[in-house]
């Protein structure tokens, strides 16, 4: 019996996550170990075969994505979606539904003509198995979930906040310690508290964790002296499109 086949596709995105995939070092023999890999964009041509399981990046911005995305779910036992922007929509999902103006304003001669639709997370046109969260995504926990899927069960993750992983690696509270708008107290954990660990505070592109209590930390950005439009801002860049 061989490997099973595994996809690594993008719609409209920046291709992070997928490059992050081609960054995993020597970590990505261990998936080829897992996995027989017969398309992974960005970094070899096609195989022309079909996967058993697909790895999606991007949203659904245009009637061809849409198209793509429907054939590629009736090829495959498993469509995994990976990053924030397949998740959610991600941040170019932000801002009004209508961009005719933005396409015209940035490309007069042309815009008009382009195919183009509010970015859609893969949810929205076909079903999803499992999301992978991340702006871009953690390489570990991309290989903890692997792991689960490839087994034909839902991986286990994290039910805690980026608070936790804070802890466990000793990092100062950038909240408390350095008045630092850091959404971490409310976010998922999974990606090992990435930014945090660098002093920058937590973006949410995991998104809520379960338990998350938002109305208390909206009242200590309140505190901090953050306005309206700042803490607005603050929830609206990744967690108010939810996961």
Not at 207 to 226: H, P, T, W
């Amino acid at each position: 019996m061989g490997k099973p086949k595994a996809g690594f596709y993008s719609l409209t995105s920046c291709s992070g996550d997928i490059l992050e995939i081609t960054n995993l070092g020597e970590d990505i023999l261990k998936l080829f170990d897992l996995v027989e890999v017969v398309h992974l964009n960005v970094a070899m041509p096609s195989t022309g075969k079909d996967p058993d399981i697909a790895f999606v990046e991007g949203a659904v911005t245009s009637m061809e994505d849409e198209e793509f995305l429907k054939a590629l779910r009736k090829k495959v036992k498993q469509l995994v979606g990976i990053g924030t922007c397949a998740c959610t929509g991600g941040v170019i999902a932000r801002g009004p539904e209508d961009r005719r103006n933005w396409l015209t304003d940035v490309y007069p001669e042309s815009g008009a003509g382009f195919d183009i639709t509010f970015p859609r997370p893969l949810k929205d046109i076909v079903t999803v198995d499992f999301s992978i969260p991340g702006c871009p995504i953690e390489k570990k926990y991309l290989l903890h979930c692997l792991g689960y899927l490839l087994k034909g069960v839902l991986p286990e993750v994290p039910a805690y906040s980026v608070c936790m992983e804070c802890k466990m690696k000793g990092n100062e509270c950038l909240l408390r310690y350095r008045s630092s708008a850091c959404l971490g107290p409310v976010t998922k954990a999974g990606c090992g508290a990435r930014q945090p660990s660098l002093g920058r505070p937590c973006d949410g592109c995991f998104g809520f964790y379960d338990d998350a209590n938002k109305e208390s930390l909206i009242e200590i950005f309140r505190e901090m002296g953050l306005s309206e439009d700042e803490i607005k801002k603050r929830f609206d860049l990744f967690l108010e499109r939810g996961l």
